[in-house]
């Protein structure tokens, strides 16, 4: 079991950058597909980015490529950098944990794969 906590949210206005943070409370490394997340109000939930700690594997949806990024540190923290900051990335941010099988398909973008979530962090881009 995974226990994440994710902080680094905040209100922005457009053209700036924001990092979200995701502690996990356990060991990740090959173990867990790492993703991050968003909803904006009275959407669907929708992956951001994932990556597989410790193999270097990444994927990004096709709207965040080019502006957002995200990257580990040596222990069990998993960040997403995000620049250019556009108001339609307004939503709550979510890091989640699937099985490392989910990193290998573009089941690693499926709700349905993520067994651990974190709180949420919320971000606001103004314009």
């Known amino acids: 079991q995974v226990q994440l906590v994710e902080s680094g949210g905040g209100s922005v206005q457009a053209g700036g950058s924001l990092r979200l943070s995701c502690a996990a409370s356990?060991?990740?490394?090959?173990?867990?597909?790492m993703g991050w997340f968003r909803q904006a109000p009275g959407k669907e939930r929708e992956g951001v980015a994932a990556l597989l700690p410790g193999s270097g594997m990444t994927y990004q949806s096709d709207f965040v490529k080019g502006r957002f990024t995200i990257s580990q540190d040596t222990k069990n923290t998993v960040y997403l950098q995000m620049n250019t900051l556009k108001p339609e990335d307004t939503a709550m941010y979510y890091c989640?944990?699937?099985?490392?099988?989910?990193?290998?398909?573009?089941?690693?973008?499926?709700?349905?794969?993520?067994?651990?979530w974190g709180q949420g962090t919320q971000v606001t881009v103004s314009s």
């Open positions: 989640a944990a699937a099985p490392a099988g989910a990193c290998y398909s573009a089941s690693w973008a499926s709700i349905g794969e993520y067994n651990y």
């Open positions: 356990g060991y990740i490394r090959s173990r867990f597909c």
